[in-house]
Each structure stands twice: as structure tokens, then as C-alpha cells.
């Protein structure tokens, strides 16, 4: 130790000398060619469920894609409205839209149980849509796939057997593309963290509920494989679907903390560049309040009359009680029936709901739609009442504005538990609601130091992790590059960032072979000791007591 620092301390005046002699000589300077090949390719963008939560942030990195010149093409079910905000994007319709919410009853506990009819729906159209995703990918001559992996085997095995490399882009559901024994969700009936589970819960999380899905599921694999068979199709998802790259829109900080695999990059918050402003009527409404309230469920979610009720006596409360000064409502998929006529408070006073909900009231605005993420960037919107999507979470945590969750299905459970355990955010549940929990946790969410300090905490990090949607771009373009190098496809491609593990399979990859024979060797070791222990006790002693004896 004292011999390096003393070396180093020698060092120092020729280290003083040698910059000194670098300054002395007028150096010259080039720019760093930061150029890189670049050529038109052809993408094809597939989801089945589509709409705005699983579409938008793939289309903000389609359009700087398009804006370097390549080619993208959109298929989904349905016809994505919004798409004219992105200019060059071409559309194909893989069938009639995904049923929307109102069709099903999103009022029941969700799990992983009611994704099964989405198997069923997309089972049954897979030979029809799995020909619209070969012929687009031929017509248009697809250098590339970009599926998103949910309810969507489809595109990736369209992708893997045309030989083509698969971009999995997700929102949600991190756990699909890189799972770790330590985390779950609620969607599969656990805790997003197994981390202070008890033994018995980590057992049933991670033998139980597998074995329990896999049996929930296993008609529509079924089906799927014989389709598949017939079809002439090989299979290759396997645990997670078989991605070349998986890109999540995410950010550590949201999402409990994991290590990742190279071609398994994190990317969100992807956010658009540009968002529609407020309109003059929600402007005059939100500067004429101070404090204000933002309630919106998404465009796919609503509540129970009975919820809505409640929800709407809260709010009447803040307003009295002077917590909030304004509260603005995103029915959205709510309409004006899903109220009762009248509400009755705890002080015997009766409230009609009509003339609030027809904005009669001058503190409470009430919409079908709201720029929510103008909303959210206005200084004097103090508090989100959401459902907990994945983009409203995003949008939420970029602007800096506290979280009141009631999920309702999906990933939202898991988002709601996210945002609580990084401290901005509380959560009610939808088959217990009550008026004064929700006062009370806004209350508390409006005062908690904790809570403003973890809001400002969560702004940063999402405004820092905003850019990384161009590192997506430049990843897609990295693979569009390397294909144009390699006519084709082998089980090379890529090596550069997959790792060992997905090739040497699970006992190889964690060494449980060799843990397993130092087991065995401790055990046969313990064996003999004992079998030399039983030996010398029993026999050498008995002939010791007996020459004692003598
Ligand atoms: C697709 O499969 C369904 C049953 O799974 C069948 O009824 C239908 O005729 C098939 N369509 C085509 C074009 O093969
Ligand atoms: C999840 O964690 C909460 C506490 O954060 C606990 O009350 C609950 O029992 C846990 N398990 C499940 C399945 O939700
Ligand atoms: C589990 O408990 C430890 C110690 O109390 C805490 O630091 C950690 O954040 C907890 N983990 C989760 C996921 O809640």
C-alpha cells in the first residue's frame, strides 16, 4: 500500500511536466464523425389489441424511424384513428376491432383468468390474421417486425418463420419479456415483489400459480399448437416469446429495480413530442381554479353506477370541505346513465346529480374527453384520480402529480402497487370503495412531505429517461443494419448481445448440475462419516469396555 502511494507521489511531477509540455503545443482539433450508414428499410408494426395504450408509445418510435427515412406500416384490429398524427405511417386492418370494454364485464375481479378469452378470440382468427401478416410482410417486402407480444403469437411467429428479426415492444408486463423468480403481479395473483413474501406465498407464486395458469391456458395452447401444426408452422415461444430485442416502456424507479440481459432494454417513458393543448373552456376553468382535481379511467375503463356515485359524493365533499376548488372528470367511457339521480350525504342532505353532471355546478367540469396531458401539466392540477395505466402513470410521474389509483384490471393492480411502494401514490379498491377513504387518502397525499419529495424524485427520472426513445430507434436501426450485412438469418445473429443462458438452458446456465453433484458428494461424505462413527462406537467401543474389563 505505502510503496504504490509513494510511487504515485514520485509520479506527480512527471505527470506536472508532461501536461505542461501538452500545453505548450497549440493542438488542433477534429469533430468526431458521428455519421452512420443508413438506408431505406421496411417495417412492419403488429398488435392485436391496439388502441391508444399499446399503439402510442410504439408509434413515437415508428416516427423518428419514419423521419430517417424508413418505411412503416401498422397492422391491428381495427382502424387506428389517431394514426393521422403520425404522417407517413401506412394502416392494414387485421380484422374488426378488439371488443371494447362494454362488452365485458370489467367489474369483476380480473386476472389472469379473463385474458383467457382473448386466447380464444385470437386462436380462432390465427390462420386468417397469420396470412395477412405473411402477405404484408411479402408485398411490402418487411425487413423487420415490431410486435407488440400481448395476445399477439401471431406476429411473432410470423416474424421467426419468415426468417425475419422480432422487436417485442411493451408498455406492461415486464415479467413476460424477462422474467425473475423474485417478482409477480397481481394479475397472476401475487405481489409485484416476492421480496418480504412468507415462505408459503413465494412457494405458491412460484410453483402454484404457474402450474395454475398453465392449466388455465392450456386448451388455447392446445389449440394454437394444432393449428400451427396444420398450418405448417413451427412454434417458438417458449417461456418468454423469442424476441431478438425486447424493448419495455419502462423506468427503473416505476419498475421495482432487475438486472436485464443485453437485448432486453428498458426505454420509457416514451412520450410524444407534442400533445393537444387544453381547450379555451378547460382553460378558463383550470386558471379560475387554484387546486384542482383530474379524474380520468382511460379510454377502455369505468366504473360500477354505484362507484360512480361515490366517487361523484367525494368529490362534491373536496369542493365543500375545501380540500380542491376545481375537479375535472374524463367520463370518457362513462356516460350520464351511469349515475343515480340523487346522492345522499352522511349530514341527511340529498345532492341531484344532473345538473352537476351538465357542468351547472361551477367547481366540478365535467367532460367526455380531456388533453390529459395538458391537464396534468397545468401547475394548479394538484392530484390524479386514475386508473393506473401504464401511459396515464407515465404521464403522471413526467409532470410531477400525485396518484389516487382504483385499478381495474390488467397491469393496472401491478401499477398501482408500483407507484405506492415508490412513495406517490395510494391505492382504493373498486369492490370496497368508501367516501372517506378516498377524503382521507387525499387528504393525505395533498399533505405527506414524502409524498412531494417522491413526486419530484419520479419527475426527474422520467424527464431524463424521455430521450431513451431514440436509443430504441437507433437499436431498430442497429438490427436493420446488421440484416443488410447477413443475407439471412442463422443462429447467429445477434450473438453480439444475447447471452449464453438462453442457449445453454436452465440446469446448465445455473450451474445446478454441479451444485447438484456437491450435493451428492456432501451427502455420500456424511454417509461415510456416519457409517465410520456407528462403526467405531458400536464395535471398537464395546472391545475397549471389554479389555477395560480384563
Ligand atoms: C380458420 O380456422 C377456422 C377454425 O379455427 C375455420 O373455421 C376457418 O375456415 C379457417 N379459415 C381459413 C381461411 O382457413
Ligand atoms: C401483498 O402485499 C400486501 C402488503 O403490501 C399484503 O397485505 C398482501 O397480503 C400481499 N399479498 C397479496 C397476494 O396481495
Ligand atoms: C422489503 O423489506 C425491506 C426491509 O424492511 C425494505 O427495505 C424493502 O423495500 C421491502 N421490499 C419491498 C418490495 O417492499
Not at 159 to 181: E, H, R
Not at 250 to 270: D, H, K, R, T, Y
Not at 388 to 405: N, R, V
Request: with cysteine; charged share 20%; hydrophobic share 40%.
Amino acid at each position: 500500500m505505502i510503496n504504490k502511494n509513494l510511487i504515485f507521489l514520485l509520479l506527480i511531477p512527471v505527470l506536472l511536466l508532461n501536461q505542461v509540455h501538452v500545453n505548450a503545443v497549440a493542438q488542433d482539433y477534429f469533430l468526431r464523425n458521428i455519421d452512420i450508414e443508413r438506408s431505406p428499410k421496411n417495417i412492419l408494426i403488429g398488435s392485436y389489441i391496439g388502441g391508444r395504450s399499446h399503439l402510442k408509445p410504439m408509434l413515437d418510435v415508428a416516427i423518428i424511424l419514419i423521419e430517417r427515412g424508413h418505411n412503416v406500416i401498422l397492422l391491428t384490429s381495427g382502424k387506428y384513428e389517431p394514426s393521422s398524427e403520425y404522417p407517413g405511417l401506412k394502416q392494414i386492418s387485421s380484422g374488426p376491432q378488439y371488443v371494447t370494454a362494454k362488452s365485458r364485464n370489467i367489474h369483476k375481479d380480473v386476472d389472469y383468468r379473463s385474458l383467457a378469452h382473448l386466447m380464444e378470440i385470437t386462436t380462432a382468427s390465427y390462420n386468417v390474421t397469420y396470412e395477412k401478416f405473411k402477405n404484408a410482410a411479402k408485398e411490402n417486402n418487411i425487413d423487420l417486425f415490431i410486435c407488440d407480444p400481448i395476445a399477439n403469437h401471431v406476429c411473432i411467429d410470423a416474424a421467426n418463420n419468415l426468417n425475419k428479426p422480432v422487436v417485442g415492444f411493451t408498455s406492461s408486463f415486464m415479467q413476460m419479456m424477462d422474467p425473475k423468480p423474485y417478482k409477480s403481479d397481481p394479475m397472476f395473483g401475487c405481489n409485484i415483489s416476492l421480496e418480504n413474501e412468507s415462505f408459503f406465498e413465494r412457494f405458491r407464486c412460484t410453483l402454484i400459480q404457474p402450474l395454475q395458469i398453465t392449466y388455465a391456458y392450456r386448451p388455447f395452447t392446445r389449440q394454437l399448437n394444432d393449428i400451427r401444426e396444420q398450418m405448417n408452422i413451427k412454434s417458438v415461444s417458449g417461456k418468454v416469446p423469442k424476441v431478438t430485442l425486447a424493448l419495455i416502456n419502462i423506468f427503473f424507479g416505476f419498475e421495482l429495480p432487475q438486472s436485464l440481459a443485453p437485448n432486453v432494454q428498458v426505454i420509457g417513458p416514451v412520450l410524444s413530442e407534442e400533445y393537444p393543448s387544453l381547450t379555451p373552456e378547460l382553460s378558463d376553468f383550470i386558471n379560475g381554479h387554484k387546486r384542482v382535481l383530474y379524474i380520468a379511467f382511460g379510454t377502455r375503463f369505468y366504473a360500477t353506477i354505484e362507484n360512480n356515485n361515490k366517487i361523484l359524493q367525494s368529490i362534491v365533499e373536496t369542493i365543500n370541505n375545501k380540500i380542491f376548488d376545481g375537479v375535472i372528470w374524463a367520463l370518457s367511457e362513462t356516460s350520464k346513465d351511469d349515475f343515480s339521480p340523487s346522492l345522499n350525504f352522511a349530514d341527511g342532505t340529498q345532492v341531484q346529480t344532473l345538473p352537476i353532471l351538465n357542468n351547472i355546478h361551477p367547481h366540478i367540469h365535467i367532460t367526455k374527453f380531456a388533453p390529459q396531458f395538458a391537464v396534468l401539466s397545468h401547475t394548479n392540477t394538484k392530484l390524479f384520480f386514475s386508473h393506473g395505466g401504464a401511459l396515464s402513470s407515465h404521464e403522471s410521474l413526467y409532470t410531477g402529480t400525485p396518484m389516487l389509483i382504483l385499478p381495474f384490471s390488467v397491469d393496472q393492480m401491478g401499477n398501482a402497487q408500483r407507484l405506492k411502494s415508490a412513495g406517490v401514490a395510494l391505492t382504493v379498491n373498486k369492490n370496497t370503495l368508501d367516501v372517506n377513504d378516498i377524503l382521507n387518502k387525499i387528504d393525505f397525499l395533498l399533505k405527506d412531505e414524502h409524498i412531494k419529495k417522491n413526486s419530484k424524485r419520479m419527475k426527474y427520472l422520467a424527464r431524463i429517461n424521455s430521450n431513451r426513445k431514440y436509443r430504441a430507434a437507433d437499436l431498430i436501426e442497429y438490427m436493420l443494419y446488421s440484416i443488410s450485412l447477413d443475407e439471412y438469418l442463422d443462429d447467429d445473429f445477434f450473438k453480439e448481445w444475447i447471452p449464453a443462458e438462453s442457449r445453454m438452458g436452465f440446469i446448465k446456465a445455473n450451474n445446478l448440475d454441479v451444485y447438484g453433484v456437491l450435493l451428492l458428494i456432501i451427502i455420500l461424505v456424511l454417509i461415510g462419516i456416519v457409517f465410520i462413527l456407528i462403526k467405531y462406537i458400536s464395535n471398537p467401543l464395546s472391545d475397549r469396555k471389554k479389555s477395560k474389563q480384563a
